[in-house]
């Protein structure tokens, strides 16, 4: 008899299969069954993660076994018949809190002051119950800080001409001679270097787009539109930053270990492409323990190994990515070694990747117990051991890696293989991600000089990601390009501690009356000695180059 189940599209004659055949079935059946069921599972999951992404809490912290999460503390520890302890037994002796004194003074040292007094007038100074004068005594003081809003001024230039009227008279080649006087930012313009120095550090450093600043600008009086702004920062950038740019990429170049990272950026009206496809802004920095900080980014249509190949160009030492394969390329191409390039991989990102296993968890779920908890126990013992190792010395920090984090370094790897064939799904990627990046991870501990993580270039790249959520996109590459350059200086000088405002002000001051190419760029540099005081903020002194 022919069984069918009509519920089907097809129909299916077990009478005509043997018993192998049913057997075949039933397992080919049976296998599709369970692929469905990892897949459906790896969907929730996905979904579940995103949901997290998009909703939850960012951080990647999670609370292991023997710790306690402060929102069910108490009914974790909570006992109704622990006996209430006596009142000596909780209280301590009592104590004269000492109140910090100067706290407030410190806070406003550095601003300009203004007092006002409050006195009696002559005929109240008359003491009520005898009549007689009454003598000062003390002033009581309160301090407030007040707030000045922005104010622009209009300031004209009248530079004097002087001729000698003998000669005139005589009829012979008259002499005129100009007063001294500074140049202009750019020919015919209104922009100063104060005014270019504020439109870039509010779109730069506060993420404040142009099109707002043109309608700030208007609630001051000055209508002034948004692509003269634009026009000013690109010719800003490009004539007076980038020798600068210039010098500082040749100090990174020349460094021996670099973060790298990129991140995408819509670009409009690029030739021969549509406004949708994707250009890419590249963030490379020096090392945390390097005396010099520098922060440089770069603009370019793409994101194959050709653009950072060409920026780097004579770099050798190590470079701190996550696992994009392109930095790979660089260091196959160099060598893959002393003296060429060495990738050393991100345990940040080795450690989301089971975090984020733990944020797709449903509320009933729990990682105790866990391959996920184990490893991201294994992570953090690293982590904890980079904090006790942060003030260190390279050389010492190299040592203490190599005594307290290899070993741990060694069980993760090897207890990651014994698992492997067991892991399926996200953990599975988890596990594999950390097996496949295994010889790049253990680089840090080669060198007291890197770091256990990318984070440094996460963080570097952060304000840029920040500010494209204002501004969206750029309009032209020349656009991306001033941007690349004015975000490189603005966080070169923020991690070297200036006033980044105050700090381009200056570049604008001195290089639009100078011969650019005759300056000694070294003099510059935000960690130079000879930047004026004002470039530092209030109560910070330049401290000598090292």
Not at 208 to 217: I, V
Not at 266 to 273: A, C, D, N, T
Request: net charge neutral; hydrophobic share 35%; proline share 5%.
């Amino acid at each position: 008899m022919q069984k069918t189940n009509s519920a089907l599209p097809f129909q299916i004659d077990f009478s005509a299969m043997d018993r192998a055949q049913l057997e075949e079935f039933a397992l080919q059946k049976s296998n599709r069954v369970i692929a469905l069921e990892a897949e459906n599972n790896y969907y929730k999951e996905l979904l579940r993660k995103n949901r997290s992404e998009m909703y939850g809490s960012k951080s990647e912290r999670y609370v292991f076994e023997g710790q306690i999460n402060f929102l069910n503390e108490a009914e974790k520890e909570a006992d109704p018949d622990v006996p209430e302890p006596k009142k000596s037994e909780v209280l301590p002796p009592p104590l004269k809190r000492k109140k910090s004194k100067g706290h407030k003074k410190d806070l406003v040292a550095h601003l300009l002051k203004e007092t006002v007094e409050y006195k009696l007038t002559d005929d109240e100074r008359v003491c009520p119950k005898c009549g007689d004068e009454l003598k000062e005594m003390k002033s009581i003081v309160r301090t407030e800080i007040e707030v000045i809003p922005a104010r622009y001024k209009a300031i004209e230039h009248r530079t004097k001409t002087y001729s000698c009227r003998t000669c005139d008279k005589k009829g012979t080649e008259g002499t005129i001679i100009s007063a001294p006087s500074p140049k202009g930012m750019f020919i015919n313009s209104l922009a100063s270097p104060g005014f270019i120095a504020d439109i870039m550090f509010k779109k730069y450093a506060l993420a404040q787009p142009l099109y707002r600043q043109s309608q700030e600008l208007a609630r001051s009086g000055l209508k002034i539109e948004r692509n003269t702004l634009a026009n000013w920062v690109i010719k800003g950038a490009h004539t007076y930053l980038i020798p600068i740019r210039d010098h500082m990429k040749g100090i990174l170049v020349g460094s021996s270990v670099i973060h790298a990272d990129e991140t995408p950026v819509e670009v409009l009206h690029e030739p021969g492409r549509e406004a949708q496809t994707k250009s890419y802004m590249w963030m490379y920095r020096t090392g945390r323990y390097d005396k010099r900080q520098i922060i440089m980014f770069d603009y370019t249509p793409g994101r194959g190994a050709e653009y950072p190949k060409a920026f780097l160009d004579g770099f050798k030492g190590y470079i701190h990515s996550d696992a994009y394969s392109v930095y790979g390329v660089l260091a196959h191409e160099s060598g893959a070694g002393p003296p060429g390039i060495i990738i050393s991989s991100c345990w940040a990102h080795a450690r989301r990747k089971f975090s984020d296993i733990i944020k797709g968890l449903t509320k009933n779920e729990t990682a105790k117990g866990t391959v996920t908890e184990k490893a991201l126990e294994y992570i953090g013992d690293l982590f904890k051991i980079e904090e006790e190792a942060k003030d260190m010395s390279p050389s010492e920090r190299c040592n203490y890696r190599d005594k307290h984090a290899k070993p741990i370094v060694d069980k993760y790897f090897s207890w990651l293989k014994s698992i492997q064939s067991n892991c399926s799904g996200s953990l599975g990627k988890a596990v594999n991600y950390s097996l496949n990046q295994e010889s790049d991870l253990r680089v840090y501990l080669l060198d007291g000089r890197l770091d256990i993580s990318n984070n440094l270039g996460e963080n570097a790249i952060r304000p840029f990601c920040v500010g494209r959520k204002n501004w969206l996109f750029c309009d032209t590459p020349n656009g991306a390009e001033a941007s690349a350059v004015c975000y490189g200086l603005i966080e070169t000088a923020k991690a070297n501690g200036l006033d980044a405002f105050e700090y381009l002000k200056y570049i604008f001051t001195v290089f639009k009356d100078s011969d650019i190419a005759s300056l000694d760029m070294n003099d510059f540099m935000p960690w130079s000695p000879s930047l004026p005081q004002t470039c530092r903020p209030a109560g910070q002194d330049i401290a000598n180059d090292s």
